[in-house]
C-alpha cells in the first residue's frame, strides 16, 4: 500500500521508519487522510489479508494515541511515549523482515532450522573452598531453613446442605404462583453464605432463559422484580 499525503509520499513502511528515526514530526501527518486511502484500498481489493489489517490498526492506533497526547493543551508528549512508539515501531520492524525470511525458507520447502552453535568456556573449573566441612555445612543448612518462610494454613469453610438449583428453581416458581412478582431479596432473603445466593442467581437466569419469567431493573444495582410471564399466567387460570 503507497500513501500520498501533504508532507509525505510513500508505502506505510517508510512512514514508520521516519516517524522512528525522528525525521519527520507526527503532527504534520493527517491521520484521519491515512484511514480514508486505507479504507479506498480495501475497497479496491478482492481479498482482504487479516493479517495485514491487523497490522495497521495496531500501528495506526499507536499513532492516533500519540498524536491525541500532543495536540490536547495541558498534556505534553512524555519522552516515554515516544520512546515506546520507536521500540514499537523496531519491533514491527524486526518481525515484517524476519516474515520475509520465513516465507524464503518456505518457499524452500525448509521445515527444519538448525540452531546456532552455543559457544561454551573451554575450562570450567570448580573451585572448593577450604574451610568447607560438615559443621559449616550443617550450619549454613539451619540458615537456609531459618530463611524459609512458614507455610500458611489456608482457611476452609464447610458448607453444608447447599441447596441446588434444581430445588431453587422449584422454590421459585412455587413462590411466583402464590405472589406472580416477586423481588429478588425475597428470593435470598433466608441465604445467609455466598455460594446460596450464587445459586438463587442462577436459578432467576435459568428460569429467564426458558422465558419462564422476565426481570426488570429500573437502575443499576437497583432491586430486581420478577415477574411471571403471560403464557404461565394463563396457565395458572385454566388450572
Keep these: ?131 568447607l566441612n560438615s559443621q559449616n555445612l550443617k550450619k549454613i543448612f539451619i540458615e537456609i531453613l531459618n530463611s524459609i518462610q512458614p507455610r500458611k494454613k489456608i482457611e476452609t469453610h464447610i458448607l453444608n446442605n447447599i441447596i441446588s438449583i434444581k430445588q431453587k428453581i422449584k422454590q421459585i416458581k412455587d413462590m411466583l404462583f402464590a405472589k406472580k412478582i416477586l423481588n429478588f431479596s425475597d428470593v435470598i432473603k433466608e441465604f445467609q453464605s455466598k455460594p446460596e445466593i450464587i445459586v438463587a442467581f442462577l436459578s432467576v437466569l435459568e428460569l429467564a432463559k426458558q422465558r419462564y419469567i422476565y426481570i426488570e431493573q429500573l437502575q443499576n444495582f437497583g432491586e430486581m422484580r420478577i415477574f411471571l410471564s403471560q403464557e404461565n399466567i394463563l396457565a395458572q387460570k385454566e388450572e
Excluded: H
Excluded at 34 to 47: F, K, M, R, S, T
Excluded at 53 to 59: G, M, N, P, Q, T
Excluded at 75 to 94: D, S, T
Design 1 to 131: 500500500m503507497k500513501l500520498k499525503l501533504e508532507k509525505f509520499e510513500g508505502p506505510l513502511d517508510l512512514l514508520l521508519q521516519l516517524i522512528e528515526t525522528d525525521k519527520l514530526d507526527i503532527t504534520e501527518i493527517a491521520l484521519a487522510e491515512v484511514a480514508e486511502q486505507y479504507i479506498g484500498y480495501l475497497d479496491a481489493i478482492e481479498v482482504r489479508n487479516p493479517e495485514f489489517i491487523a497490522d495497521f490498526l495496531v500501528i495506526a492506533s499507536r499513532l492516533l494515541y500519540i498524536k491525541s497526547r500532543v495536540l490536547l493543551p495541558g498534556l505534553g508528549m512524555e519522552r516515554e511515549e515516544g520512546g515506546n512508539l520507536a521500540e514499537q515501531l523496531k519491533l514491527y520492524k524486526k518481525y515484517y523482515d524476519a516474515s520475509f525470511v520465513i516465507a524464503e525458507i518456505l518457499d524452500k520447502k525448509k521445515y527444519l532450522y538448525g540452531r546456532p552453535v552455543i559457544k561454551r568456556p573451554k575450562n570450567i573449573q570448580f573451585e572448593l573452598f577450604l574451610r
